[in-house]
């Protein structure tokens, strides 16, 4: 953008004889009023037209060219402020799900067992923890962490629990974290029970973090 | 030693019954087979089991059949069961082609659930 001369004496005389606006003129297009649209864009850019120049007011050549970038111009705004809005989207879920799948492709933990020990039936790690922290994130306000499954001694083959879980979680304030713990206890049995047949052994809750539930009670319900 | 299928086909054979055994959503694919799915070669292999998530073996020449077994388990169904049923169903098979044999030695590993 060049410097910017006083408008009226760019366009006073005979825009044939202007020089400052002829370089170009070959790629530009000049309105039937006889200035060049890319000088009367530039003036627009450059302040409110109906006070710079009082051509640019009155001229339909004119003002009918610089309403069409005005409508670009606000098209682009928009367009801007709506690109910034979709940041402020939830992301969360679609993130949690593909490390979900990346976790479990490069990390799937040890195997576990499934059954009597003779049985020689497995589970990976990775698959029995992503059931059991579902479980625990099914009370309410909760959001599970980290979860281990510690395999125990089975060496002597008499059965019963073959795993320890550990399991870290984020807990909702103003709630009895006693009583809580139980609740995702209960869950986290259940679940190795039902869902997966694995025999567990104590469940180790650590809670991490106390999450204000206000702005996400809607979302914990849910779940 | 009774004569049976090639090991290659009676290694597909297994892949077949236990993708019929309920609860199993698919046998756990190989890498060749990840890539594959991406090529339009899926006409092909139509009427070929993969077979990644199989693997058969007479360890020092035993008379006795290995098979190992990982899939994928559908997620309404215990995962345990899936895994019983799965290893019962391969041992009914081999006892079919191989009725003179000692019985195979199943493992069953639940690599997802889905």
């Known amino acids: 953008m060049t410097a910017h001369t006083d408008p009226s004496d760019a366009h006073s005389g005979s825009p044939h004889t202007d020089d400052t606006h002829t370089g170009d003129v070959h790629d530009d297009e000049r309105l039937p009023c006889g200035r060049l649209l890319s000088q009367v864009w530039d003036d627009w850019e450059r302040g409110p037209a109906d006070t710079a120049d009082p051509h640019l007011r009155t001229c339909p050549h004119c003002r009918r060219s610089v309403r069409g970038l005005d409508e670009l111009e606000s098209a682009v705004r928009d367009l801007r402020d709506e690109t910034t809005d979709t940041s402020a989207y939830d992301t969360t879920s679609l993130t949690q799900r593909v490390m979900d799948v990346v976790r479990l492709e490069l990390r799937p933990g040890r195997p576990l067992s499934l059954g009597e020990p003779a049985e020689d039936l497995w589970i990976m790690e990775s698959v029995a923890a992503r059931t059991l922290r579902a479980a625990a994130e099914s009370v309410s306000g909760v959001r599970a962490g980290s979860c281990r499954l510690l395999p125990l001694d089975i060496s002597d083959g008499t059965g019963g629990p073959v795993v320890e879980v550990s399991l870290a979680l984020h807990a909702p304030a103003r709630v009895p974290l006693p009583e809580l713990a139980d609740q995702v206890r209960g869950r986290v049995r259940e679940a190795a029970d039902r869902e997966l047949g694995l025999a567990i052994g104590a469940v180790d809750i650590r809670v991490t973090d106390l999450i204000d539930t206000t702005a996400d009670s809607q979302e914990g319900e849910t779940r | ?114």
């Not at chain 2, 290659?8 to 694919?29: K, N, S």
């Open chain 2, 1 to 114: 030693m009774t004569t049976g299928p090639a090991p290659g086909a009676l290694t597909e054979e297994i892949a077949r019954t236990v993708q019929g055994v309920p609860g199993v959503a698919f046998l756990r694919p190989g890498l060749a087979g990840r890539l594959r799915s991406t090529l339009p070669r899926a006409q092909e292999g139509r009427d070929r089991a993969p077979t990644a998530g199989v693997r058969l073996s007479r360890p020092g020449g035993t008379e006795r059949w290995h098979v190992e077994i990982h899939l994928v388990a559908l997620g309404q169904v215990r995962a345990l069961d899936v895994a019983r049923a799965a290893r019962r169903s391969v041992e009914e098979y081999l006892l079919s082609v191989f009725p003179a044999e000692a019985s195979a030695h199943v493992t069953v590993t639940v690599t997802g659930r889905v």
